[in-house]
């Protein structure tokens, strides 16, 4: 039988499992990163915008739920070519590309830029680090050599601390540094043998992941989690939200068999849950369970709802990446959008 280690060494030529187990360095650099702000520190903003793609706008449904306690204004994450229509010299406007040449993202910093100048910028460099210099932007450069999402914690530890800088929101060393201890003692745990995460892939291989998250709060981990499927296992995955898919998608379950298609449930669960949510997700699995699907319910035991946040979106992380090796995938391929990409750069 394979080990962890022969697995790697066929399946992974890139090594994605040593940037998981030093996952928590990336959040060391971009928390101790020394950046400037001056120009607008001193303002005040109605609303924030983070315009961004995949991973560097996935750190920014994170910050949602991260905050939703704290955050005084709204935060939109902006996935498109344009800007909204709200936006104006009140908005601040976050700029976020790992690679600096996200052809959305430069589409929406050009555009904001004929309307006012309260925007900055988060990447590696490429065409938005030479605009932004161009154009006297602020730019916060993290760290190169990554897959953009393989650097979530580069993306939203950065984008934590930039709100932070700005005094949007009140300091955030004492969670951060927990999250960091917790990722560095997981991260030797998730890359033993027979640990937890990888029993957990174990069990979800060869199945359709449904996953399911409650608004607001763990909303982005079950959308992570989907888009982690989807880029690392090279698979399918849905993601759904409580309480709107008691709306609509719960009577989905009246006509499947688990016969005709396979597939597993995945909760994301948390005490901090409105009772009601909590009754949800009990009766929807129990609606669910009735055509003979597995359930798989994932939930942090940390004390802190930001550490259990976090906790739960790097076991994802992990589980998605064994996922891969398990079915003989390589974790960093992403060849579709490699081919989508040419096609859309022919003139």
Aim: hydrophobic share 40%; charged share 20%; glycine share 4%.
């Amino acid at each position: 039988m394979l080990t962890i280690a022969d697995l790697v060494n066929k399946y992974d030529p890139q090594n994605q499992f040593e940037v998981l187990v030093n996952s928590y360095k990336q959040i060391e650099f971009a928390w101790n990163n020394q950046f400037s702000l001056s120009s607008l520190k001193r303002k005040k903003f109605n609303s924030i915008v983070v315009t961004g793609l995949g991973g560097s706008a996935i750190s920014a449904d994170l910050i949602q739920n991260y905050l939703v306690s704290e955050l005084k204004i709204p935060l939109i994450v902006n996935r498109n070519y344009n800007l909204p229509n709200f936006f104006n010299d009140k908005t601040l406007l976050i700029v976020s590309s790992y690679s600096g040449n996200t052809e959305e993202t430069v589409s929406v910093f050009k555009k904001a830029l004929k309307v006012h100048s309260n925007i900055l910028c988060i990447t590696t460099g490429g065409k938005v680090e030479k605009i932004a210099a161009k154009n006297n932007i602020p730019v916060v450069k993290v760290l190169k050599g990554y897959q953009p999402r393989y650097s979530l914690a580069l993306s939203f530890f950065t984008l934590l601390k930039v709100l932070q800088t700005l005094n949007i929101i009140n300091d955030q060393s004492r969670v951060v540094n927990k999250i960091i201890k917790l990722w560095k003692q997981n991260g030797e745990g998730f890359s033993k043998e027979n640990n937890i995460a990888i029993k957990y892939a174990e069990r979800i291989i060869g199945k359709i992941p449904v996953i399911y998250s409650a608004a607001d709060l763990t909303s982005a981990v079950g959308y992570r989690f989907k888009c982690q499927f989807n880029e690392n296992s090279k698979q399918h995955a849905f993601a759904n939200q409580l309480p709107e898919l008691n709306h609509n998608e719960i009577v989905g379950w009246e006509s499947f068999s688990e016969k005709n298609m396979s597939t597993i449930l995945l909760n994301i669960l948390d005490k901090n849950y409105n009772s009601q949510v909590e009754k949800r997700f009990k009766v929807t699995s129990e609606v669910a369970s009735k055509s003979g699907i597995e359930i798989i319910n994932f939930e942090s035991s940390q004390k802190d709802f930001k550490v259990r946040l976090l906790d739960i979106v790097f076991l994802c992380d992990w589980i998605t990446y064994y996922v891969a090796i398990l079915r003989g995938y390589d974790p960093s391929e992403i060849d579709n959008i490699d081919f989508l990409k040419s096609k859309l750069a022919e003139k």
